[in-house]
């Protein structure tokens, strides 16, 4: 056990550890993927500074109210204002010319008509002065107006295509969502388990930033045909983003 | 009071058996037969049940009343139920009373169900969770209208925990659907009787109309102990409540005191015990030689870790080959059924168990009960040493067995304890407030209530006697619509208020969802253990399917393995092979293998206030220490030499160097849990003190935190630097900053929004994983206390968690206890008292048999140190 709250354990100490060692040798938390630069941010988003764009993906809007219209389970209805809270956080600290939405934005095709009318204004407030593209999820396909900004299936931007769902074969520089991928690690006892990033230098898939967004471990077979050669999984961590190699991260 | 004599039939039953009705069961006749409740207070043995009961059979026999439900019968056990079913049996046959007797547990057909709602029994034995379901149903109100007695079994077992609190708000449902209904609890001996006694009648009797017994009586049986609290004169009540105002109401109390006293104690094996550790492996030999001697011997102890250890331990000794079974919480729930049927049959020599077979049936033949580990409650070491000889008249037999030196010290004060008869049970509970959201959808579910009056019938049971009109409706705006300040499921509401000012459920949905989610019982997530087995054609190859399921182990344990790691489980080592689905896959292990050995939780418990106040007592007063065993009064005098021992309300804080660190230990005896939280709140304040904490270990008797500055500078330099550390302000926003984040509160959470029905109950099969769950509990929690702190939800997980995990309530008292009273001494190396704490330091997961003696070597090395 340790100070701060969290339970101190030995395997924290080396994920510390682990960390302070990756940061000597790789000094930013970005990659490069079809010539571009990425950063990663620890929020959850992808910046690419050359184009002033953000992306965030899998922000799953109004899912608490999906949840109630639905199976009558109540959750807190608070989740869209608490992930657009976020992407305002972000939005305000890198000031993005464009902001591009990377799928399964809302979590059903009804999500936009049962927003509070506060959240509405958010969106609206967020998408005044800059570019911003709704690409199409499998749970938001049918969103194509009323919520600002404009829609598209795809977006290409620089060497980088911009898509929701990965697709096998794709050429290099895809940058996808949909998976929501999370990373464990797990020593002596202790699991540690985060969203991150997933790459092979030929692909990205991002992280789900929605607030009520679960996860898929990245050692669920859903990753193996998308990343044949191995990744490296690049987990949000309190304080920054942590790359781990395939072979330290466990099963669920 | 008018004494009661038997019918004729019953008196001639009983002459049969060459028996005469005990006084107790008079007095319950006449007590139930003047239409009032009764508390009956007694040992194993009594006869308890059967008093319970002979009312109700005695009326039956009487002359026929209209058909319908006579009687209700509710047990935390099924198993109980089920066996009590089977013991009416005789007497209804033997007098030919034609009394129908049936049982309804989660194992009753549906087609069984309906037909006993429509043509009920006279008697229906069931559970709390059945019962809820019960009074949740559309025909309640007619089933139960004609109900004459509810019986309560093992009662003090049930009222300390959100079972109690369900089952107190169906008995208020039943006293209004039946006014006049006759409540009869049955208890082991308890510290406060008079808690019990209002449980079971309602507390406002003038505003619910019901026709009250305006007194409740007394009936003291045999011999008061001196000193026991309870052989105060009958109260006469109404009498003045001690909060001034209301009057009391409280059910009559029979108690039957004596029995035999019970031949208890330590066990001394002679040998040298180390200063940490559970295992107690030095005692095995002397265990097996007296089950050898013994016809039928019960060996508690208080983990299901230990519990494999002993039972594998005693095999390896076992060259009489003597029939020695183990029975725990997560073996599979046939193997449990086989286990105690073996038993009942007499065809045991042993069981090791945990506290599932603390209640229970009545073994009969059981001549020993053997206690392994710190006994950690003067009333749960009663209880277990009455499964054995369930005749009062004969002693119960029965050893402790210490399995390190403070447990010595723990045992004598439970010895003392059992002596003077003194109880530790604990309080009465608060009612909690999701087990009150899941009892108001379930009472839409049967019928359309009105506020005004469901509150008023709410208010009679004794834990929400308290409950404000707020808080009531704060729990039917959580039902309808989730009780958010963000009013955004008002059109999805589960419940609905109606123009005529009722509330009715909104539909059939709805009311399959309550059924599916009663209960306060959230089992851990947990996979099941299946034997794999291993490819012929191919050698290490391992077949998925076809093995036998030995039991269940929590999800969390099961992530922690990887495929070779060896455990112990079931009795057996085994292999684990890797998790297919919801399975963990096993092979048994060769033999001579070292087994991890699981760290699979169990039941723990935290040392109760009052033992660990005997055992300060004992520390402080050296003139006890005759009692003592040697290697224990030894200990203590090097503690004295080293250091000092603290006085009985003294808090010692010892600090000391060793390895390039600091170490400050603290003592208070609190219990595991209370210095879990201290432990977390002191590295906070260290941290702001910049003494840069590095972490800590605790255990039942004190806390060790290590850092990586020198703390005996700054007490030296800064007066009052101590007394502020542990200062009681340290319960105010640094405990909250810690609750916010904690997992522990995390996990309250999610259990509180399952009982309240925020999240659904998972059953097996279902394809949703565990982890899921877990997962968005978490993210629901996170977004729910930054955006509505003041939830009902987050309340109801705060309030669990001061009595609960993190024991902020006991934490309190000791902080308050100690204040001017912190004894400081600085050190220049480890004490003894010290060591045994600082042996916990590392002890999350423990290796094998090969771990004790890393311990004793580590333990050795450090103790070297201190006595160099």
């Known amino acids: 056990m340790t100070r701060g709250g969290a339970p101190l354990s030995s395997n924290e100490d080396a994920i510390l550890a682990l960390g302070q060692r990756l940061e000597r040798s790789n000094k930013l938390p970005g990659l490069t993927l079809a010539g571009e630069a990425l950063s990663l941010d620890l929020s959850g988003g992808l910046w690419l500074a050359a184009h002033r764009t953000l992306v965030v993906s899998d922000l799953h809007l109004e899912k608490g109210s999906a949840y109630a219209s639905r199976s009558g389970q109540f959750l807190p209805p608070y989740d869209t204002r608490e992930t657009l809270a976020c992407l305002h956080e972000v939005v305000a600290r890198l000031d993005p010319a464009c902001v591009v939405a990377l799928g399964d934005s809302f979590h059903d095709s009804r999500g936009p008509e049962r927003m509070e009318p506060g959240d509405r204004a958010m969106v609206a407030a967020l998408q005044e002065g800059r570019d911003w593209v709704w690409i199409a999820g499998n749970h938001d396909h049918a969103v194509n107006e009323g919520v600002g900004g404009r829609y598209a299936d795809t977006l290409a931007l620089g060497g980088l295509t911009l898509r929701h769902e990965p697709v096998a074969g794709a050429a290099e520089g895809e940058v996808a969502g949909h998976l929501h991928p999370c990373g464990k690690v797990a020593m002596r006892g202790r699991a540690v388990r985060r969203r991150c990033f997933v790459s092979d230098g030929h692909r990205l898939v991002m992280p789900a930033f929605g607030a009520y967004a679960g996860g898929l471990n990245v050692r669920d077979p859903a990753f193996d045909p998308l990343f044949p050669k191995g990744f490296t999984a690049h987990l949000l961590g309190d304080g920054r983003v942590f790359a781990i190699g395939r072979a330290m991260l466990a099963r669920d | 009071m008018p004494e009661a004599a038997l019918p004729e039939r019953f008196a001639a039953w009983f002459a049969s058996r060459g028996w005469s009705p005990r006084q107790h069961q008079l007095d319950l006749v006449t007590i139930a037969g003047a239409g009032r409740s009764a508390l009956l207070v007694a040992p194993t043995g009594a006869g308890k049940t059967l008093a319970g009961f002979l009312p109700s059979l005695i009326a039956l026999a009487g002359p026929r009343r209209t058909k319908g439900l006579h009687t209700l019968y509710v047990s935390p056990l ?32 549906s087609h069984k169900r309906s037909r006993q709602v429509e043509r009920p029994p006279d008697i229906l034995l069931t559970t709390p969770e059945q019962l809820a379901l019960l009074i949740a149903h559309r025909e309640a109100a007619e089933l139960f209208s004609g109900l004459s007695c509810v019986v309560l079994d093992e009662l003090h077992a049930l009222v300390t925990s959100k079972r109690g609190d369900l089952l107190s708000l169906g008995l208020a449902r039943l006293h209004r659907l039946s006014p006049g209904l006759t409540a009869i609890g049955l208890s082991a001996t308890v510290r406060e009787p008079d808690d019990l006694r209002r449980y079971l009648v309602p507390q406002n009797h003038r505003r619910t109309g019901a026709s009250p017994p305006p007194c409740g009586e007394e009936l003291e049986m045999g011999v008061v102990p001196p000193g026991s609290g309870q052989g105060h004169p009958a109260t006469p009540t109404p009498d003045p409540s001690p909060q001034g105002g209301g009057e009391v109401f409280m059910a009559d109390l029979v108690v039957v005191h004596g029995g035999a006293a019970p031949d208890l ?14 295992t107690a492996g030095q005692a095995m030999p002397a265990i097996y030689e007296l089950i050898g001697r013994h016809r039928t011997v019960l060996v508690f102890v208080n983990t299901r870790l230990q519990a494999e250890y002993t039972f594998q331990e005693l095999w390896r000794l076992n060259e009489d080959a003597l029939p020695i079974a183990l029975h725990h919480g997560s073996l599979d729930a046939s193997q449990r059924r086989r286990v105690e049927a073996a038993m009942a049959a007499g065809q045991l020599r042993a069981i090791v168990c945990t506290a599932t077979l603390d209640l229970g049936i009545d073994w009969g033949d059981v001549d020993l009960v053997i206690n392994i580990g710190a006994p950690k409650g003067a009333s749960r070491i009663m209880q277990r040493i009455g499964r054995a000889n369930h005749r009062m008249d004969e002693p119960s037999k029965a050893y402790l067995v210490p399995a390190n030196r403070f447990e010595m010290l723990e045992c004598r004060a439970a010895l003392d304890a059992v002596e003077e008869a003194a109880q530790d049970t604990p309080d009465a509970r608060l009612g909690a407030p999701d087990v009150l959201a899941q009892h108001v959808l379930g009472m839409a579910c049967a019928d359309a209530f009105d506020p005004n009056a469901f509150y008023e019938e709410i208010t009679s049971a004794a834990p929400y006697a308290t409950l404000s009109w707020e808080a009531f409706e704060a729990v039917v705006d959580y039902v309808a619509t989730g009780g958010y300040a963000l009013r955004a499921y008002e059109r999805f509401a589960k419940i609905l208020r109606g123009p005529d ?70 009795g057996e080592v085994l292999r684990f092979e890797g998790l297919s689905e919801d399975e963990a896959l096993a092979t048994r292990a060769g033999p001579g293998t070292d087994p991890a050995i699981p760290s699979y939780a169990g039941a723990k418990f935290p040392l109760s206030t009052f033992l660990a106040a005997r055992v300060r007592a004992l520390i402080a007063d050296p003139f006890e220490w005759d009692r003592l065993p040697r290697q224990v009064t030894e200990y203590l005098l090097q503690q004295r030499r080293r250091s000092v021992l603290p006085g009985a309300a003294d808090l010692l804080v010892e600090t000391f160097p060793r390895g ?118 978490d993210l629901v929690y996170d977004v729910l206390r930054k955006h509505q702190p003041d939830h009902l ?19 309190g008292m000791m902080l308050r206890r100690i204040q001017g009273r912190i004894i400081h001494k600085a050190l220049d190396r480890v004490s003894p008292l010290s060591v045994s704490v600082m042996l916990e330091i590392g002890r999350e997961r423990v290796y094998g048999e090969g771990a004790d003696e890393i311990l004793a070597e580590a333990e ?9």
């Open chain 2, 78 to 109: 099924k198993a109980l139920a089920v066996d009590i079913a089977r013991n009416l049996e005789a007497p209804i046959a033997e007098m030919d009373l034609g009394i129908r007797v049936e049982t309804r547990t989660g194992d009753t057909p």
């Open chain 2, 265 to 278: 104690r330590m066990l001394e094996t002679g040998r040298a015990l180390p200063l940490a550790g559970h």
């Open chain 2, 501 to 570: 000012g009722l509330w009715r459920v909104r539909d059939a949905r709805t009311a399959q969802q309550y059924r599916m989610n009663v209960g306060t019982i959230i089992e851990a997530t947990k996979v099941k253990v299946r034997l794999a087995r291993q490819m012929r054609a191919k050698p290490g190859t391992i077949m998925p399917r076809g093995g036998r399921v030995l039991g269940e182990i929590e999800e969390d344990f099961a992530e922690t393995l990887t495929p070779g790691d060896t455990f112990l489980f079931a």
């Open chain 2, 660 to 777: 390039g660190r600091y170490y400050l230990t603290a003592f208070p005896f609190e219990g595991r849990l209370a210095h879990q939280t201290l432990g977390m709140l002191l590295t906070r304040r260290m941290e702001r003190a910049r003494l840069r904490p590095l972490g800590f270990a605790a255990n039942d008797y004190g806390i060790a935190i290590w850092m990586a500055r020198d703390p005996r500078e700054r007490i030296a330099e800064e007066p009052g630097f101590l007394e502020a550390l542990f200062a009681e302000d340290m319960l105010g926003d640094d405990l909250e900053a810690w609750l916010d984040e904690s997992s522990i509160m995390k996990r309250t959470f999610r259990q509180c929004a399952v009982i309240a029905g925020l999240i659904e109950r998972r059953y097996p099969g279902q394809k949703k994983t565990g982890r899921q769950v877990t997962i968005s509990t």
């Open chain 2, 793 to 811: 939800l987050l309340r109801a997980a705060r309030q669990d968690a001061a009595t609960g995990l993190v024991d902020v309530g006991r934490l």
């Open chain 2, 860 to 868: 050795a090395q450090l103790l070297e140190e201190a006595l160099a």
